[in-house]
């Protein structure tokens, strides 16, 4: 491959990282440029023929409106709660269990984002718990670079077990029942030691950045507290994923943590003694709070104003489950566009599977659950909702629409006249050639890359793990060792993929503002990734 061509495939790469990070250019500006840059790109060096880079753009397009769709739904259903009253009690209830913002990020933050990765994935934590964390207090940005960083661990078995059922199971040559086993029980036992730090790590960045006082200092005083919410989310994990297998491991380990966590917080075991606030002014405004919880009526019952997100969470569960009848049901109403303009290249929307469409059914049934005679009729309450709602949309539209088409064109590059490979797998090639002696640091890398730019932990298993797989053989490298740290590696590029950051930033009324989240996570990316390293090269020696 010439420096050109090399320069071509890392494109996609180098166009955000300069455009949104380094030159701080916001996301409607960035990925259109980006889009241009690597279009044109990818018709002169790669020689892509015209019909396959107009079919890549119009999958990317298909695919970039199902995911404003999942958006559009978690706005509608956050913007129904807010004028219904639900919000108001969700955060007088959290002010009655802990006012403490550094529980508060690790009891949502952390173990409630990792739950909701376990039941739905592709996206759908961060829209949740990101407004969630915002109705409670916390920062536009501090709520989605939170929620972007908790959200890594928990891919590995996220959408119920997809990554390693679909993912690893698709890309990976020969891939029986006990070979994905041995690689979930791997990569949870490297997340044992790794992603239990996080619950920390995210503690130390609130504190240090999003607070008043700017010191490390308090989230070092929550370190039991944080530490334990770590292992109470991964042992669970592990020990599920050993005995069930890799469906389950993420829900039912991140509910197992709930419970012990929120009980520890309920009764102040292993907290320090003084409350942790951003600042007085947030300190004043969370008294208030408890007082109005304590003394006055609420507009609802805390159960009830849960209630819906509750049934979002069953019915994604429900519908992931492939022995369940709901999931073919739900897919039986799909819409198919076959090869587009003539080429291989094929996609498909069943609406009715989508996250978004959940958020939809449930935010109107909130309407019924949160029904006051006092307040506005049920009618003028989901029009505003959703008129709120689609002024939200306008900035992640340009975004997505452009940065999905970019990704597609990178993944769909294997058909050109330059006699190449895609893109991603030639830039793999050329790691392999050069780093092959070094390949347990660079393998979650690769898995990081992936994600980075397909927006899916999936994906990134299913483009790479058949490569991970044939270094391993020629470097002598356990596989089982080496496609771990690919899953590992796919789940940290999930805080910095520009489709989640993007979504996240919407969601909380952020846009604009991306380069500035991918600043703060990418630190935690390479953490995770050089941390995993590190414990694999030690199970090596």
């Known amino acids: 491959m010439t420096t050109l061509q090399w320069l071509t495939a890392l494109m996609p790469v180098l166009s955000v990282f300069v455009l949104l990070v380094v030159l701080r250019l916001p996301a409607t500006r960035a990925m259109p440029l980006s889009l241009l840059v690597s279009a044109l790109l990818a018709l002169w060096v790669w020689q892509l023929p015209l019909k396959q880079l107009l079919a890549a753009m119009l999958e990317g397009g298909v695919i970039a409106i199902s995911i404003l769709w999942i958006v559009f739904g978690a706005i509608l259903l956050l913007n129904v709660l807010r004028y219904s009253g639900g919000l108001d009690a969700i955060r007088a209830g959290f002010a009655k269990l802990s006012p403490d913002r550094r529980v508060q990020t690790i009891l949502i933050g952390w173990l409630f984002v990792s739950f909701l990765e376990g039941a739905a994935g592709f996206g759908t934590p961060a829209a949740i718990a990101a407004p969630l964390l915002v109705a409670l207090g916390f920062s536009p940005l501090a709520a989605v670079v939170l929620a972007l960083i908790a959200d890594s661990s928990s891919v590995s078995f996220g959408a119920v077990g997809t990554p390693v059922l679909v993912g690893i199971a698709q890309g990976m040559a020969g891939a029986s029942p006990e070979a994905l086993q041995a690689i979930a029980l791997t990569a949870i036992g490297i997340d044992v030691l790794v992603a239990s730090l996080l619950p920390l790590m995210l503690c130390l960045i609130l504190t240090r950045f999003f607070s008043e006082e700017k010191s490390w200092w308090p989230a070092l005083q ?204 030639e830039l793999a090639q050329v790691a392999a050639l050069h780093l092959a002696d070094y390949w347990l640091w660079v393998a979650p890398l690769i898995g990081a890359l992936g994600s980075f730019l397909a927006g899916s932990a999936t994906f990134s298993n299913m483009m790479f793990a058949s490569f991970q797989q044939s270094v391993a053989t020629e470097a002598a490298l356990p596989e089982t060792l080496v496609l771990g740290l690919q899953l590992l590696g796919a789940n940290a590029g999930n805080m910095i993929c520009v489709v989640n950051v993007v979504a996240a930033a919407s969601v909380v009324n952020l846009s604009g503002r991306e380069g500035d989240i991918i600043r703060y996570t990418l630190l935690p990316m390479l953490y995770y990734c050089l941390a995993a390293s590190l414990v694999a090269v030690l199970l090596w020696l």
């Open 222 to 425: 929550l370190a039991p507290f944080a530490l334990l919410g770590g292992f109470a989310f991964t042992v669970p994990a592990y020990a599920v994923a050993w005995l069930l297998g890799p469906e389950f491991p993420s829900i039912l380990g991140a509910l197992t943590g709930l419970v012990l966590m929120s009980t520890l917080a309920r009764y102040r075991i292993l907290l320090p003694k003084q409350t942790w606030y951003f600042s007085a002014e947030d300190k004043a405004q969370s008294d208030a709070l408890q007082h109005q919880a304590l003394t006055m009526k609420l507009a609802m019952p805390l159960w009830r104003a849960w209630l819906p997100y509750v049934l979002v969470a069953l019915l994604l569960v429900l519908s992931r489950i492939p022995q369940l009848p709901l999931q073919g049901w739900l897919r039986s109403l799909e819409w198919r566009w076959a090869n587009i303009l003539g080429t291989d290249i094929s996609t498909s929307l069943a609406p009715l599977y989508l996250p978004g469409s959940f958020f939809l059914a449930v935010a109107l049934l909130t309407l019924w659950l949160h029904r006051n005679p006092k307040q506005q009729s049920p009618w003028r309450m989901v029009q505003q909702a959703g008129r709120d709602s689609l002024a939200r949309l306008g900035p992640a539209s340009i975004a997505l629409m452009a940065s999905v088409p970019m990704v597609r064109i990178f993944l769909q590059s294997d058909v050109n006249d330059a006699g190449l490979a895609a893109m991603p797998f």
